[in-house]
């Protein structure tokens, strides 16, 4: 069975952003990236299925050479081959799912794993749309998988509880935290990762339906007021509620 796995290489939550020059794109400069946390989840699970039922693991990325920082991290992890869907140009969430679906078609996978969303645009959407455009089913926000032959099981967050869906292949899972504990890279894999080609490929062009007009920083936090320490202040801190906050 062929496992596939799309990776994204992000900023670091820790980081500090800055807003670039043009307004629309975040500056790199200083910033370190890495692989996005939830598809950390994502390529743990596509290496326990292998190492369960066999199989052979593809990682796909989409984005400039930065990204292949990512991919080699992954294929440290045990990912045996890579491929990096090469493209300098912003993409809105169809577009990506659209060209990660080719790839994955490319592939012949059967089993897709995503992380559920990743931490820069936090859309959410980009697995389930690949899976749309596969014709794949999908199981999202998932905390226990588990594949039996053609059936697979998995547990799901939903609000207020977990659910228990069941789907057959070809199916796409986007993983959330909880799902796994990442392994970390190993010396011999690190070695190894080294040799492992990046197959770079074109991906066909982004045809967009959302445009960014402009980003910018939330504003910066007002200075707080202390207007007293007992019941005296409550009518003071109602009209500033009511009349400088428009809260109530």
Known sequence: MKIAVCVSHVPDTAAKINIGSDGKTLDPNGVTFIVNPYDEFAVEEALKTKEKIGGETVAISLGTDANKETLRKVLAMGIDNAVLLKDNNYRDSISVAKALAEEIKAQNAELVFFGKQSVDFDNSVVGQLT??????????????????????????????????????????????????????????????????????????????????????????????????????????LVRLLRQEAKVI
Do not use: H, W
Request: with cysteine; aromatic share 4%.
């Open 131 to 236: 899976a749309e455009f596969l014709g794949y089913n999908c199981i999202s926000v998932v905390v226990s998988f588990s594949l039996e032959g053609n059936k697979i099981t998995c547990e799901r967050e939903i609000e207020g509880g977990k659910e228990i869906v069941e789907t057959t292949l070809p199916a796409l899972i986007t993983a959330q935290k909880g799902l796994n504990e990442p392994r970390y890279a190993s010396l011999k894999g690190i070695m190894a990762a080294k040799k492992k080609e990046i197959i770079e490929k074109q991906p066909t062009a982004a045809n967009n339906s959302v445009e960014i007009i402009s980003m910018k920083k939330p504003a910066p936090k007002q200075a707080g007021k202390i207007l007293g320490t007992d019941a005296t202040a409550v009518p003071e």
